[in-house]
């Protein structure tokens, strides 16, 4: 008896922090909330009677450009205004659901979409337990973050268009709800590392293409939709006459959808280090928009031969275990950026916890000790765990390889090496969904953090950190994701 209670009660401790938002979201009162969370993690540890249902949707989150309303591109430098849609810009999502939770997954063709951008969407999406917004990280769209604006000091987001991006959010949910038919699903991985290099040491890449293509659960199995990860920065189009441009995740999703009639969602991955593209010498000689549309089509044909390798997956059960993180903003541009406005993101007094989110501060107020809200999660499409990792995470961080021991010039030579998100796992089939609920930059190994003089084997000032929220990031990101695993794996157990 004692033992059972003492379970229940783990099992509310736990359930309290996994499902935190959800509770949040539906406003229930408290004694409601309590119960409903012990039921809905009683019966997520069992085998859901019914089949899952997954459907897609989709919205267009192209800004209409007008002299008006200026659109400065984010991802290059400042004062680049769009002048040109070479690609249009999507909402796409993904819905599933087991009869018991309901998780919608969305990429945006975006920058960064912000966290408290997620939070006031969530609000709306009161018939779904959990979802996650994911950007794709196209750098030829719209600065919704503000550090790309007409000059330094002058923000380039738009808050009209991040509520039309929200607006557009919560429409391809609703439509991916609203198509939701039973389904089956196959999940497949191939590596292309000709596709891709690591542009800081050390060499450790995210080459690995991974797909779930899913099917109607019924006689004729017709495709319902693709996901689709892979982690290049889409980057391609970059310089090209200011243009918005989904980049290479367009012809991507046209080229596969082509081939099998149906809707594909694009996910990057661990984008950091950074992962950039190589070119075929074809892709070269056709220009920045055309070597975009090359190595889109380039990646279909590995998605191509990842789905013809793929293998039947397990739907159910659908589940979340995600972590409310408070992060320190160390980073002394990005604090003077939200001192003068061109940042404009919820800001809190930092308590030394990284579970623990001070008070939030009023606009214009400062502190020696600020903090952002973020996020991280774990989520699971029956047997295969999503990663939702809230910005560009090293690849050393998924599949190990941080230096060690690390360089002396570094300037946290002696902090312990992070886990690593394969080993935490125990297994190497898993989707990464970088950028989810948030972008808070570059997620750096604190031992290879180095932004003082000497610099390491670099040798040079490292773009990497001038990038980041600050060295606690990472520790602080892989600490809520061991978090999550654990939970992961209490809930998996019988
Ligand atoms: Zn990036």
Same mark, same amino acid.
Do not use: C, M
């Given at each position: 008896m004692i033992e059972s209670l003492m379970r229940l009660q783990w099992m509310l401790d736990l359930s309290m922090k996994t499902f935190d938002h959800v509770a949040q979201s539906r406003r229930l009162p408290l004694n409601l909330v309590l119960m409903t969370i012990v039921c809905s993690s009683v019966v997520r540890t069992g085998e859901s009677a019914e089949p899952v249902r997954v459907g897609f949707g989709t919205a267009d989150i192209t800004p209409t450009l007008t002299p008006e309303r200026p659109v400065w591109v984010a991802g290059?430098?400042?004062? $680049?205004? &769009?002048?040109?849609?070479h690609t249009r810009l999507n909402a796409d999502a993904i819905y599933l659901d087991d009869g018991t939770t309901s998780i919608a997954f969305v990429s945006v063709d975006l920058i960064g979409l912000q966290h408290d951008a997620v939070k006031r969407l969530r609000k709306r999406l009161?018939?779904?337990d959990y979802a996650c917004v994911s950007s794709t990280?196209?750098?030829?769209?719209?600065?919704?973050?503000?550090?790309?604006?007409?000059?330094?000091?002058?923000?380039?987001?738009?808050p009209h268009y991040v509520s039309f991006v929200e607006d557009k959010v919560v429409e391809a949910v609703r439509k991916a709800r609203s198509s939701a038919v039973p389904a089956v699903a196959t999940y497949g991985q191939v590596q292309a590392t000709e596709l891709l290099n690591d542009?800081?040491?050390?060499?450790?890449?995210?080459?690995v293409l991974r797909v779930m293509i899913f099917h109607r $659960?019924? &006689?004729?199995?017709e495709p319902l939709g693709i996901l689709v990860q892979w982690s290049v920065?889409?980057?391609?189009?970059?310089?090209?006459?200011?243009p918005l441009s989904a980049d290479y995740c367009a012809s991507l999703r046209d080229t596969l959808g082509e081939v099998y009639g149906c809707p594909v969602v694009f996910f990057i991955g661990a984008?950091?280090?950074y992962m950039n593209a190589v070119y075929s010498e074809e892709m070269k000689s056709a220009g920045r928009l055309g070597r975009a549309e090359l190595y889109g089509q380039a990646l279909a044909e590995v998605a191509k031969s990842a789905i013809a390798s793929s293998e039947p997956v397990d739907l159910a059960p659908i589940a979340v275990h995600s972590r409310r993180i408070a992060l320190p903003l160390a980073n002394p541009t990005f604090r003077r950026f939200t001192e003068i406005g061109v940042l404009d993101r919820e800001l809190y007094r930092w308590?030394?916890?990284?579970?623990l989110l001070g008070e939030p501060l009023a606009k214009g107020e400062s502190d020696s000790f600020l903090a952002i809200e973020s996020e991280v999660a774990l989520a699971r499409i029956g047997e295969i765990p999503v990663c939702l990792i809230p910005g560009e995470i090293y690849p050393e961080l998924v599949y190990g390889g941080i230096?060690?021991?690390?360089?002396?010039?570094?300037?946290?030579?002696?902090a312990p090496a992070e886990p690593n998100i394969t080993s935490l796992l125990g297994t190497q089939r898993f989707l990464l969904f970088g950028?989810?609920?948030?972008?808070?930059?570059y997620i750096i190994p604190k031992c290879q953090w180095?932004?003082?003089?000497?610099?390491?084997?670099?040798?040079t000032s490292t773009y990497g950190e001038r990038m980041?929220?600050?060295?606690?990031v990472a520790p602080i990101v892989l600490k809520a994701f061991e978090d999550c695993a654990r939970s992961l794996k209490a809930e998996q157990q019988p």
């Open positions: 290059i430098g400042p004062n $680049n205004l &769009a002048k040109q849609i009161e018939q779904v990280h196209t750098h030829a769209s719209p600065d919704v973050i503000g550090i790309w604006g007409p000059s330094r000091t002058k923000t380039g987001k738009d542009s800081r040491r050390p060499h450790v890449l995210d080459d $659960n019924d &006689a004729d199995g920065h889409p980057q391609s189009v970059q310089g090209s006459n200011r984008t950091g280090g308590r030394g916890r990284s579970d230096v060690q021991p690390p360089d002396p010039r570094f300037d946290f030579p002696d950028l989810a609920n948030d972008e808070v930059g180095d932004d003082r003089r000497p610099y390491g084997f670099n040798g980041s929220v600050g060295p606690d």
